[in-house]
């Protein structure tokens, strides 16, 4: 059974050049594109969400904890001072 980097790999390329091809006939813009590559590789790495070892979900609550700090900080920076 194929690895977390391996579905990332494939998924990238397959969704990649999908997209590529879906941009150069016309039907996407410039934004569609970006967003049909990014749904693709996260939908690639769907299979991996399940392991018991899961790099997805790891990964996943490390960049949601990441980006809810960054909220706070952004939220409350009049109030706070530099050194808090």
């Known amino acids: 059974m194929a690895n977390f980097n391996t579905h990332l790999n494939v998924a990238f390329m397959v969704s990649g050049t999908l997209s590529l091809t879906v941009y150069k006939a016309g039907l996407i813009d ?11 590789t996260i939908g690639g790495l769907l299979p991996d969400l399940d392991s018991d070892n899961s790099t997805p979900i ?13 909220g706070l900080v952004m939220h409350w920076r009049s109030e706070l001072s530099l050194l808090a």
Request: glycine share 12%; hydrophobic share 60%.
């Open 30 to 40: 410039d934004s569609g594109f970006l967003v049909c590559v990014a749904l693709g």
């Open 58 to 70: 790891k990964l996943g609550f490390n960049i949601t904890s990441f980006i809810f700090a960054f």
